[in-house]
């Protein structure tokens, strides 16, 4: 009985995290509830409705462990609480100053319940990343209804279409998906089905044109084969898709100055788009250079490139030092001379700047919210980076990905205010990459048959 019950509370678990994924990404919808958004509020309705279930009928089986175990829990039950005063302490607000917003404090809230939820959570599905992709393309196909036939769907998408950072926050997440689920993929019909959902995610992460999501899109490639296992398959897959990508973005200067296709003004030079694919020849013909030299005849994804793997960090170490580099230079990149290396330099560096100039961080948002509250979710952050990190393995390929999506997010916290609709998936993401133990595929492999892997020294 007791084992059916536990049965049952995993399924119900897994439920529960499919309706959060379905509501966090198509509830786009800019409507407010007594004082929150449209998602938050369905959202705090679903984890009081799961709760009562639960409490109802599996006594036996507690929702969730609301008990420090570790430092972690202590500050997520600290932030549960310090919210829990802090609505109490609004209720006795005089309303003649205003109408009253519960929204950070319902959102912090829901938060702690889904934190504690996800953290007990016993297995992580390949179809999480399916569901983020699967919605995330109804809402990209009603995107480029928009850009490219003049559809209205603004009203639909009213949480996300009118800010460009909000728009890039969520395009990121179904994006990113789509890379790892190709890479991993072995299917030939679902592999052409995430790489072209890939395509038209990377095309209208394109059309937004936010500076700053086209960097941390590209952080998604070169990262991919330094934290995950670098067989050659992933290798070759994480390349083509890479390439995909690169090559859309540099296209695009042709496509908005010599055709009307995109009905959306946006800057692109026709010069920064030559760079690029001269850029692009360049890298392609060191890789296929490379690649010829890999021995005939052995299975790919037995074959571990250790050499691209150190590859890949350095160039990884290149583009953040360049990164940092154009923003610690601020306008003075405007300065420099209209010389043709100089001129290529600028191309770059002065979209990128004036990107930021104008970007928001999610961080002083916070401060302006709840300074208290933001001290609390720093340490939470702070913590939660150190799990990660202590978790990190290059054999754990689901939770590998969901590693270099929360770098991402941890990233984009410092130039963007996520979409408050992908919050909770970006929350889901986090705390899987810091709890979850997911077993070694290759351990398994060599207890069935003793195979070996090739080592690329």
């Known amino acids: 009985m007791e084992k059916r019950e536990k049965t049952q509370a995993v399924k119900m678990n897994e439920i529960f995290i499919a309706a959060l994924l379905l509501v966090s990404m198509l509830v786009l919808v800019d409507f407010e509830i007594m004082g929150m958004q449209l998602n938050v509020f369905l959202l705090f309705i679903m984890a009081l409705i799961y709760i009562c279930y639960r409490a109802v009928f599996m006594r036996n089986t507690a929702p969730f462990t609301l008990r420090p175990q570790q430092m972690v829990d202590l500050v997520v039950l600290i932030l549960l609480g310090w919210n829990l005063f802090s609505i109490i302490g609004k209720l006795f607000q005089d309303l003649t100053l205003g109408a009253i917003n519960y929204q950070f404090e319902v959102t912090c809230i829901v938060f702690s319940f889904l934190y504690f939820l996800v953290k007990d959570n016993n297995e992580l599905h390949d179809w999480y990343f399916d569901l983020i992709i699967d919605s995330g393309l109804l809402v990209i196909i009603a995107m480029l209804l928009y850009y490219l036939c003049g559809v209205q769907s603004t009203g639909i998408l009213s949480a996300i279409m009118n800010d460009s950072g909000e728009c890039a926050s969520y395009l990121l997440l179904p994006c990113a998906a789509c890379v790892f689920r190709y890479n991993m993929c072995r299917d030939q019909r679902s592999s052409l089905f995430y790489l072209l ?29 330094v934290l995950m296992k670098p067989t050659a398959e992933f290798v070759k897959r994480d ?52 690649w010829s030299m890999n021995p005939e005849g052995v299975d790919r994804d037995r074959l571990v490139m250790n050499n691209l793997r150190r590859g890949y960090a350095s160039a990884l170490l290149l583009i953040g030092i360049i990164f940092l580099s154009i923003v610690a230079g601020g306008d003075r990149w405007r300065e420099l001379p209209d010389t043709k290396g100089a001129a290529m330099l600028k191309s770059f560096a002065i979209p990128l700047v004036d990107e930021i100039k104008n970007c928001k961080n999610a961080w002083i948002y916070c401060m302006g919210k709840n300074s208290a509250c933001f001290l609390i979710i720093l340490v939470l952050t702070t913590l939660l980076a150190v799990r990660i990190i202590r978790n990190q393995s290059h054999d754990k390929p689901l939770t590998g990905s969901f590693l270099i999506i929360s770098l991402m997010i941890f990233i984009e916290t410092f130039f963007l205010v996520p979409c408050s609709n992908i919050l909770p998936i970006y929350l889901l993401i986090i705390v899987m990459s810091a709890f979850y133990k997911e077993d070694k595929p290759q351990e398994a492999a060599h207890k069935r048959n003793n195979q070996t892997e090739m080592i690329d020294k």
């Open 197 to 225: 959902t890939a395509a038209m995610g990377f095309f209208t992460l394109l059309i937004n044109h936010n500076i700053i999501s086209l960097w941390l899109m590209s952080l998604v490639f070169f990262a991919a084969p």
């Open 239 to 290: 390349t083509q898709i890479g390439f995909l990508f690169f090559f859309m973005m540099s296209n695009m200067g042709l496509l908005t100055n010599y055709t009307q296709l995109i009905q959306k003004e946006i800057d692109i030079s026709l010069e920064q788009s030559l760079y690029m694919d001269l850029l692009i020849a360049a890298a392609g013909v060191f890789f296929y250079i490379y």
